[in-house]
């Protein structure tokens, strides 16, 4: 059976009801939707164990060493090629408004917290890793079709092990030495 086929008014006017992608950078930094929403997306969390072998049993202790951060994998596309709407450009133009997001902030010394936010979606997290893969280009070799594979990575202080899309109260220490109070030693650990 063959599925209905919408014409291209019909596809533009569901396109302009769908919500997109949000993205913001916290706390007042820039903000945008992405051009297409992902089709799936994955949330892990893993714990760590740590295996000890006992001579004269007959299998090691496994005892429960520390959780890992829940992480969030999902792939963007990005087109300038087809879309009615946008010009034919470089879709690097488009796609560095997320690799930028992994450039460390002066101030923070540290990559910006992030706000995504996708109708149930919502959560405060950074930028961990982010692959581009560009599969389109122009005649004259200009990218014009990418897919961004990026990896998110949110904080649970709470140890409650909430769900992904519950609020998020994530922070972050400062991570160069001596600015939480001055004292060199104290925050960073003896010289080497």
Request: aromatic share 6%; hydrophobic share 40%.
């Amino acid at each position: 059976m063959a599925l209905p086929v919408a014409s291209p008014v019909q596809v533009a006017a569901l396109s302009s009801s769908l919500k997109k992608l949000h993205i913001k950078v916290l706390p007042k930094g820039p903000e945008f939707d992405v051009l297409f929403n992902p089709e799936e997306y994955t949330i892990n969390k893993d714990n760590n164990f740590a295996v000890q072998g006992i001579p004269g049993l007959p299998a090691p202790l496994l005892q429960f060493v520390n959780g890992n951060l829940r992480t969030l994998e999902m792939e963007l596309f990005f087109d300038t090629y087809d879309s009615p709407s946008a010009a034919k450009r470089d879709v690097r133009d488009l796609t560095g408004q997320v690799v930028k997001l992994m450039d460390v902030d002066p101030d923070l010394h540290a990559p910006p917290i992030l706000e995504l936010s996708w109708s149930s979606l919502q959560l405060q997290c950074v930028l961990a890793r982010v692959s581009q893969k560009f599969i389109l280009f122009a005649d004259d070799g200009m990218p014009v079709r990418a897919r961004l594979t990026h990896h998110v990575q949110r904080g649970d202080r709470s140890g409650t092990g909430d769900q992904a899309g519950a609020p998020a109260d994530l922070e972050f220490q400062q991570s160069a030495c001596g600015h939480a109070g001055g004292d060199v030693e104290r925050n960073c650990g003896p010289a080497l």
